[in-house]
């Protein structure tokens, strides 16, 4: 089974940016999609940004304009760039690659930021 594996998680300053990455350790294409999510100590996870195999992507309301997600196949990773950063963006950032039946998920990066 292909695994995920972030970094790029630190603690910034509101303001700031950071790029976060999800690395497979096989074809990153072997998944339909890839997903940024986050989750806060007593929040529920949230979808931030997702991409699809023909590149498409959505992103949550809250980081529009902000986050860029995109792939790289050659190097089987995936970046979310986050610029703009606010306190709120605080959290624990996992990247799941999604199968037919089942997602595949990374052990998470932590991104804090500093008002």
């Known amino acids: 089974q292909v695994q995920l594996v972030e970094s790029g998680g630190d603690l910034v300053q509101a303001g700031g940016s950071l790029r976060l990455s999800c690395v497979a350790s096989?074809?990153?294409?072997?998944?339909?999609?890839v997903g940024w999510y986050r989750q806060a100590p007593g929040k529920q996870r949230e979808l931030v940004a997702r991409?699809?195999?023909?590149?498409?992507?959505n992103y949550a309301d809250s980081v529009k304009g902000r986050f860029t997600i995109s792939r790289d196949n050659a190097k089987n990773t995936v970046y979310l760039q986050m610029n703009s950063l606010k306190p709120e963006d605080t959290s624990l950032y996992y990247c799941?690659?999604?199968?037919?039946?089942?997602?595949?998920w990374g052990q998470g990066t932590q991104v804090t930021v500093s008002s």
């Open positions: 096989g074809k990153i294409f072997t998944f339909n999609a």
């Open positions: 991409i699809d195999l023909s590149g498409s992507t």
């Open positions: 799941a690659g999604e199968m037919p039946a089942y997602n595949v």
